[in-house]
């Protein structure tokens, strides 16, 4: 058996894999977030260890056997979350997420310390980047700052509960905005003009590299074995390709999770940063790839079902498309926790522009699906004007159990998408592939398959005519708010 923990924004999952890939068991153990001031997010990384324990002690409570068969783990977690440990090694305080905008100066700052930055880092400066957060510590919090013994990445966090080990790995440490891309080491440039040390941070591995073992505290609690390995793991982003295949050269996949991407993974390293891509490292050796990243994606959804009061998600989206017989004329930015591409804006938010009284539960549901659509079809915008293409993406993640959803995204974006048998297991299965490859030595290739196609959704190009006209004033209805969602 191989173990795969996902450490995500809204819940830590577990899952089970046998040697023949096939999903054993799975638990998910919900998160909360914290939102102290605006354009603040933050969790602290002891929740994430208590829910990482409730989720292996529910594993072992309903499949013991399984979870004492585990030979290697695997782990995936939210990317740039910066999680500071001070000299005995406890968090000095929450970490920052990869959704907070507070640091957009920073950025700024970095940008004009370091021109050749984006270059290296496969990304301009963002605020959701892990560097820009410690320069803001350093500014603001310098008191904490000061006693900063080590800095670690949310999935690293827990590598660290489990083994004792500081590592981590190429495609979440491409995250950071501290990693050299191509040559796939820390960039002491960028580490010094944010104020660091070496020092401070984990060594690099690659994904599928052992890194430590169980510790036997935690061997014994689960009944599992002292000898059961960690591997480096991934970026949620890049295991989410490693469960779905895609590390070939083109493959791609669109993620529907809390956040959204469009994948593609890439055979070099191809930094586009004017487009505002993210070129990263893949978690196996030798793989990079290129995304369109979206901050907002599913998670659309549940907050409008949470306004709206809809207990039931899956009924709300049956009467949404029972009720669906044009593109809404109430079009919805879907910029709750501002966006990356393609407008490097943290200070975006949500808007309903056209509501009437009119306007219907179903209406506005309807817009919010659509709104994730129109931010995907400018995303995939932005990969195309770069050369960049995917000739069938899978559709991942919580979103991709919605067929209405996943059709209503290829109207819009006018191209196949395939459904993929397990679509909504996402980045804790890849995690399990990868503690596979640290565990055998096997092949990518042949672990890394692809899942089985349950079906190719065919975009209805009437439709897909029918929405340009939406998609262009979405467009016009950012670029006029722009300058208003400044803060004063």
């Given at each position: 058996?191989f173990?795969?923990?996902?450490?995500?924004?809204?819940?830590?999952?577990?899952l089970?894999m046998?040697?023949?890939?096939?999903?054993?068991?799975e638990t998910?153990?919900?998160?909360?977030l914290?939102?102290p001031k605006?354009?603040?997010s933050e969790?602290?990384?002891?929740?994430w260890w208590?829910?990482?324990?409730?989720?292996?002690?529910?594993?072992?409570?309903?499949?013991?056997a399984?979870?004492?068969?585990?030979r290697?783990?695997g782990l995936?977690?939210?990317m740039?979350?910066?999680?500071?440990?001070?000299?005995?090694?406890?968090?000095?305080?929450?970490?920052?997420?990869?959704n907070?905008?507070?640091?957009?100066?920073?950025?700024?700052?970095?940008?004009?310390?370091?021109?050749?930055?984006?270059s290296?880092?496969g990304?301009?400066?963002m605020p959701?980047?892990?560097?820009?957060?410690?320069?803001w510590l350093r500014?603001h919090?310098?008191?904490i700052?000061?006693?900063i013994?080590?800095v670690?990445?949310?999935?690293?966090?827990?590598?660290?509960?489990?083994t004792?080990?500081?590592?981590t790995?190429?495609?979440?440490a491409?995250?950071t905005?501290?990693?050299?891309?191509?040559?796939?080491?820390w960039?002491?440039?960028a580490i010094?003009?944010?104020g660091?040390?070496?020092?401070q941070?984990?060594?690099?591995?690659e994904?599928?590299?052992?890194?430590?073992h169980?510790?036997g505290?935690?061997?014994?609690?689960w009944d599992?074995?002292?000898?059961?390995?960690?591997?480096g793991?991934?970026?949620?982003?890049a295991?989410?390709?490693?469960?779905?295949?895609?590390?070939?050269?083109?493959?791609?996949?669109i993620?529907?999770?809390?956040?959204?991407?469009?994948?593609?993974?890439?055979d070099?390293?191809r930094?586009?940063?004017?487009?505002?891509?993210?070129?990263?490292a893949?978690?196996v050796?030798q793989?990079?790839f290129?995304?369109?990243?979206?901050?907002?994606?599913?998670?659309?959804?549940?907050?409008?079902a949470?306004l709206?009061?809809?207990?039931d998600?899956?009924?709300?989206l049956?009467?949404t498309?029972a009720?669906h017989?044009?593109?809404?004329?109430v079009?919805?930015l879907p910029?709750?926790?501002?966006?990356?591409?393609?407008?490097?804006?943290?200070?975006?938010?949500g808007?309903?522009?056209?509501?009437?009284?009119?306007?219907?539960?179903?209406?506005?549901?309807?817009?919010?699906l659509?709104?994730?659509g129109f931010?995907?079809?400018?995303?995939?915008?932005r990969?195309?004007a770069a050369?960049?293409?995917c000739?069938?993406?899978?559709v991942?993640g919580g979103?991709?159990?919605?067929?209405?959803?996943?059709?209503?995204?290829?109207?819009?974006?006018?191209?196949?998408l395939a459904?993929?048998e397990?679509?909504?297991?996402g980045?804790?299965?890849?995690?399990?592939?990868?503690?596979?490859l640290?565990?055998?030595?096997?092949?990518?290739?042949d672990?890394?398959?692809k899942p089985?196609?349950q079906?190719?959704?065919e975009?209805?190009?009437?439709?897909?005519a029918d929405?340009?006209?939406?998609f262009?004033?979405?467009?016009?209805?950012?670029?006029?708010?722009?300058?208003?969602?400044?803060?004063?």
């Amino acid at each position: 058996m191989f173990l795969g923990i996902d450490v995500g924004t809204s819940a830590v999952k577990a899952l089970l894999m046998d040697e023949h890939s096939l999903t054993v068991a799975e638990t998910d153990v919900p998160l909360t977030l914290s939102n102290p001031k605006p354009f603040w997010s933050e969790q602290h990384p002891d929740d994430w260890w208590a829910a990482t324990c409730t989720a292996l002690d529910q594993l072992k409570s309903s499949n013991p056997a399984a979870l004492a068969a585990v030979r290697a783990i695997g782990l995936s977690g939210q990317m740039h979350g910066a999680v500071i440990l001070d000299a005995d090694d406890k968090p000095l305080r929450p970490a920052i997420l990869w959704n907070d905008g507070r640091a957009k100066a920073e950025c700024d700052e970095l940008q004009a310390a370091l021109p050749d930055l984006p270059s290296r880092a496969g990304v301009v400066a963002m605020p959701g980047m892990t560097a820009p957060k410690l320069m803001w510590l350093r500014k603001h919090e310098p008191e904490i700052f000061a006693r900063i013994k080590t800095v670690l990445l949310p999935k690293d966090y827990i590598r660290f509960c489990l083994t004792g080990e500081k590592v981590t790995e190429m495609s979440d440490a491409a995250g950071t905005l501290w990693l050299d891309e191509e040559s796939r080491s820390w960039n002491f440039d960028a580490i010094a003009a944010t104020g660091m040390d070496i020092a401070q941070l984990p060594r690099l591995a690659e994904g599928s590299d052992p890194t430590g073992h169980l510790r036997g505290e935690l061997a014994v609690r689960w009944d599992m074995k002292p000898t059961v390995i960690v591997a480096g793991g991934g970026g949620d982003a890049a295991t989410g390709g490693i469960g779905v295949g895609a590390v070939s050269h083109g493959d791609g996949f669109i993620s529907l999770g809390t956040s959204s991407q469009i994948f593609v993974a890439s055979d070099r390293y191809r930094p586009k940063p004017l487009e505002l891509l993210h070129s990263f490292a893949h978690a196996v050796p030798q793989h990079w790839f290129q995304m369109a990243v979206l901050l907002n994606g599913a998670s659309c959804l549940l907050w409008a079902a949470n306004l709206l009061g809809e207990k039931d998600i899956g009924a709300l989206l049956q009467r949404t498309e029972a009720a669906h017989k044009a593109p809404s004329d109430v079009v919805f930015l879907p910029y709750l926790n501002g966006e990356r591409t393609p407008h490097n804006d943290p200070y975006a938010r949500g808007v309903f522009f056209g509501l009437g009284s009119d306007t219907s539960r179903e209406t506005m549901v309807q817009s919010v699906l659509e709104g994730v659509g129109f931010a995907l079809l400018d995303g995939q915008s932005r990969l195309h004007a770069a050369g960049t293409h995917c000739e069938l993406p899978g559709v991942i993640g919580g979103g991709a159990r919605s067929r209405y959803w996943i059709q209503l995204i290829s109207d819009i974006m006018g191209c196949p998408l395939a459904r993929y048998e397990g679509a909504a297991k996402g980045p804790a299965f890849g995690a399990a592939r990868l503690g596979r490859l640290a565990l055998d030595h096997e092949t990518v290739e042949d672990v890394c398959q692809k899942p089985v196609i349950q079906e190719v959704i065919e975009p209805d190009m009437r439709k897909h005519a029918d929405y340009q006209p939406r998609f262009a004033k979405f467009r016009r209805i950012y670029a006029a708010l722009r300058d208003e969602f400044q803060p004063v």
